[in-house]
Every structure is written in C-alpha cells, then in structure tokens.
DNA sequence: GGGGCCATGTAACCCGTTACATGATTGA
DNA sequence: TCAATCATGTAACGGGTTACATGGCCCC
C-alpha cells in the first residue's frame, strides 16, 4: 500500500493540504501504523490530481504560499475502496529498540537502560495521548483501533516495566567499539579497504 | 540499521550461510522485528566480506552449489556493538491490516471478517509458536524479548477477541470498486489521463 | 533578532524488493 | 513426475527519504 492510497485515504476523513496529511501521519491517527514524508506526499497529490483522483482549490492566504485543498473525487473514493478489498500485505515492522534488546550483551548497561527507559516512557506518552482523545461522536471502527492501540501501548508497557530488571541487570560483555557514524557502517575492521 | 548490520548480529548468534540467515528473518526470532530477503543478504555479506568484518569458509557439498558459510570477524563485532550503541531510530510499522480496521467504513463486510480473522489467526499461531520453545539455556535478553513477543501477541489477540464484534457489526457504505490491481492504482477515475 | 511554524515543491540518492538465472537433490 | 528445498547470485526497478530551494509570518 503505497502513499498514494493511504493519501486518499486521508482524504476521506476530510479535506486536507498536502502540509495537513503530512501532520496527521506524524501526529495523527495514523501515526500508530504508517508513516510518509513530504517528499512522497507532495508527488502522490500531484499524481493523484493528474488522475482526477482528487481535486484542488487553492486558497490564497496572508503572507505564505497559496494554501491547495485538496478533496477526495467519487472516483478517488472508488479507487480506495478498491485499495482495500485487495488482500493485505504482511505488516512490516522494524524495530532498531527491539535489536537491541535481543542483542543487549552486547551494549554498554547504562546506553541500554537509556534506551530501554525512553522506549518505555514512549508508549507511556502513547498511551496517555490515545487516553486524552475525546471518544463521543466517533465511529466504531475508530474506537476499535484506539483500543488497539491502547491494549499494545499498555500492554507492552507493562511487561516491560515487570521486566524490567531481567534485562537490565543481565551480565554484559566487554565494549571496544570502532568507527561507526551516523548509522552508516564505516568499517575500518582488519586489513584492506577500498 | 540496514541489512548489513543485521547479518553482523545474525552471525553472533552462529555462523551461517546467507540462505540461513534468510531463514533467521522469516521463521527466526528476527522475524519479529526484521525482515530481509536474498536480493539484500547476499549483497550485504559481500560488502562485508570486502571489509573484513566477516571471513567465510567454503564448503564443498554434494551435488548443489558450494556453500559459504560466514563468520564473524573481531573487527566484525567491533562495529555491531558499535552500531548498537548508536541512537535507535524510530519504530517503523506498516500494517495494512491495521488500515483496513481504520477504514472499515469503506469495506466489504465479508472482506473485513476475513482479514480480521484472518490477522487474529496468525497473532494466535505466533503466539503458540513462541510458546512451543524451549526456553531452558536461553539468555536473559532472548527470554526477555520473547516474553515481549509474547505480552504483544496475546493482548491484542484477545483485544480483538473481545471487540470482535464491535467491529464486525458496524455498518458500512456501499461497495462501487473500479479499477485496481496488484496493489497499484490503475486510477480511471473521472475525465483525462495522459 | 532569531527560531520555529506554515507551506510547497524538486532532485539526488539509497536501500531494498522482485524477478530472473541456474541447477541438483529429495520426497510425495 | 512434480513440487519443494537447498543454494548463490545479479539486474532492473520502485518507492520513499533526505536534503535542498524559497520565503514570510508570529511569538519570544
């Protein structure tokens, strides 16, 4: 499922800039499962209006660049519902705080407890935020995947908390780190480079 | 954290061939929070064969191609723990599923029941499948990490038990699906394409 | 005054997937 | 006999991220 549906998609809970989509991927409801940045969004509505998937009207504010609204087309909302029927693909999770978990032998104690309390407070604040939302006047499939939500944030949150200290004070080995930057590998290892 | 770092932390567990560290991803303890496929492996454990981060030792076999079976380096590990201790990025989770349950409005009923049963069988299925381990001789961090698989697997399987219905029996729209296939947007929307 | 937010868009790049190429062995 | 598994590798393609380019407003 590409960024061109989940816009759509988007499109479908109200009218929005590509600004506003991009927002609602951050902080919004969608935030939980997908993600997309502007570099995608801004070409997908671009593409999706060459399309007639979607149309524009442009507000013209104060000082900043014109404002494009853009609003889903019957055949956009055609195309979605399309989308959806088609059988989903496996979810795709890659977790780097999970990696290092597994392989906490391998981290210096006191990254690892960093780590693993930021994680934590994450869902934490994951949680509290899903809590905060007002849940009058929402529909059903709303709620459903809130309480989703909720049952992984507080769920997971939990088992880490009671399990805290069985990872936290397991035996590490020795650090000896080398020449790593910016999560690009910078070998140096043994002998010849290119 | 690419593909390259991952083959270095695969190769702490054990040697391997890139074949086995495919399977690692798709039925280990990786496949929870990782996937990889060959057309990344291979390349990776070129690249770090290159570097000196891994040796390897061909054996001769039978009748099929020789098999590489790689391990790793010291200067190999120097960098996976290197890694490690670099800021993790964010999770990043796509779950289409969890579209299609956001969406639900825009489906088939019948659609919806599959893929929600469907997605509950296989939390379930995983679920059993950590419980079929043996966790006698496992370290504190792998215990850790599958008892994290494990409070994930069953909260939200038996969240979804419970509110199966809520979601299951919400009214939706009517279907009018065009043009879509294999996951792409074949649009033919309203008026003009190029 | 300066940082952050509003606002759109492009281009280069990176990384990974998919599909292709090859081929023998084993078990149903 | 036919499918699946073992086994490695390449090439094309795709999709998305990062960084760049631009610029004014608003609040501290």
Chains 1, 2 share one sequence.
Do not use: W
């Not at 979607?54 to 399309?82: C, I, M, N, W």
């Amino acid at each position: 499922m590409d960024v061109k549906t989940l816009c759509l998609g988007a499109l479908t809970l109200r009218d929005a800039s590509g600004y506003e989509i991009r927002k609602l991927f951050e902080e919004g409801p969608f935030g939980h499962f997908y993600d997309a940045s502007y570099g995608s969004i801004y070409p997908a509505l671009a593409y999706l209006l060459k399309e007639g998937l979607v149309s524009v009207t442009e507000t013209q504010q104060d000082g900043r660049p014109d404002k494009k609204v853009y609003s889903l087309t019957p055949g956009g909302l055609s195309v979605f519902k399309a989308a959806l029927a088609e059988k989903p693909t496996r979810d795709r999770i890659r977790s780097e705080h999970m990696v290092r978990f597994f392989f906490a032998d391998y981290m210096d104690p006191d990254d690892l407890k960093l780590v693993f309390d930021t994680y934590l407070a994450e869902f934490r604040a994951m949680s509290e935020k899903i809590r905060s939302l007002d849940n009058q006047n929402i529909s059903q499939p709303r709620l459903f995947t809130r309480g989703f939500g909720l049952a992984f944030y507080d769920g997971v949150a939990a088992y880490m908390e009671e399990n805290r200290d069985q990872l936290l004070t397991a035996p590490s080995a020795d650090t000896g780190v080398v020449n790593f930057q910016n999560g690009k590998l910078k070998s140096v290892g043994a002998g010849d480079d290119d």
